[in-house]
């Protein structure tokens, strides 16, 4: 089945710090989304983007699906982004295959 | 509107024993998942219904099983607990709106197998 690929799988950063996460998929998708998980465990979704940019305030993200890969650019972070990164791949039959997650920590 | 709610939010159990855990999706949704998140295999797609009918199922052995009731409330049921099924179970409903998905997820319960 398809494999869903994250790095880093870990990054801390000084509150302030841009960075990039990134997610590669071994085979065409129907879509992918991104999700934040707070240190309480709760699920945020961030964006549904099978393909091109979408922003929202600091994040955005960018998906190059024949490529395989969406990546996750936070700027100005803040020690409230800290969690763990979640993308997602949707394939055929509604099947959701999660990658393993980057953990952040922003520093304040 | 209210968010997603899922019942309970902690559990113990005993190896053997059956569970069943509840899911009620913002008002008006009707798309139902449900995952299970371990330390070891990550977030993992279980099923997911819609209009009480499971649309489809992850790679988990039959003592797992949900089903779909007319109100879009979901409940998942695992039979003959195993140690390994302590774990966070997430429920997300789900809706299309300008062609994009957004999955709204519930708090979870945890779930702790002795």
């Known amino acids: 089945g398809i494999q869903v690929e994250q790095s880093p799988p870990d990054l801390i950063l000084q509150e302030g710090a841009n960075s990039t996460l990134r997610c590669n998929f071994s085979d065409s998708v129907n879509n992918l989304q991104w999700f934040h998980q707070n240190p309480w465990g709760q699920l945020i979704n961030l964006f549904y983007i099978p393909s091109g940019t979408k922003q929202n305030g600091r994040l955005s993200a960018t998906t190059v699906a024949t490529e395989r890969y969406s990546l996750l650019y936070i700027s100005s972070s803040q020690t409230t982004d800290s969690g763990v990164y979640f993308c997602?791949?949707?394939?055929?039959?509604?099947?959701?295959?999660f990658g393993a997650g980057t953990r952040l920590f922003v520093k304040a | 509107k209210a968010g997603v709610t899922q019942t309970p939010r902690y559990l113990i159990k005993t190896r053997g024993q059956q569970v069943t855990l509840s899911c009620s999706p913002i008002?008006?949704?009707?798309?139902v998942s449900w995952y299970q998140q371990t330390p070891g295999q990550g977030l993992q797609f279980l099923f997911e219904y819609f209009s009480e009918t499971q649309r489809n199922k992850g790679n988990f052995p039959g003592r797992f099983s949900g089903r779909q009731f007319s109100n879009s409330r979901s409940e998942m049921n695992v039979s003959t607990l195993e140690l390994g099924d302590s774990a966070l179970y997430l429920c997300?409903?789900?809706?299309?709106?300008?062609?994009?998905?957004?999955?709204?997820f519930g708090p979870g319960t945890r779930l702790l197998v002795l």
């Open positions: 008002s008006g949704h009707r798309s």
């Open positions: 997602a791949a949707y394939t055929g039959g509604f099947k959701t295959i």
């Open positions: 997300a409903s789900k809706v299309w709106d300008r062609a994009q998905e957004t999955q709204y």
